[in-house]
């Protein structure tokens, strides 16, 4: 049985070490761009600095063919054109890739 233990908490550690994605949420963010490639995903760059050091500044938004990346990109856009502040949750790979998974307005 001793054993079983021990594979069973091996596992877990290595899934846990194989998985370094670090998640922040962070308030009273302004936008300073928008983008919206013809390929690729759309993103934003606030004006305050994140604290993850996010590739490029760079916070990738969802899919906007999907509700919810519509309804991102709407919170987005409204808080471009009012200066108004928003929240945004996101997570940062191993890569420093960062990806939205919440702005609220």
Known sequence: MRIKKTAVLSALLAMIVSFPAFSNDENGKTVQSVGAPNSGPTYVIF?????LSCLWGVVYLADP???????????????????????VVYTQASDQTCTASLVAG
């Open 47 to 51: 004006n305050e600095p994140l604290q």
């Open 65 to 87: 063919s999907t509700d919810y990346g519509k309804a991102m990109l709407a919170v987005v856009l409204n808080a471009d054109a009012t200066g108004k502040k928003v929240r």
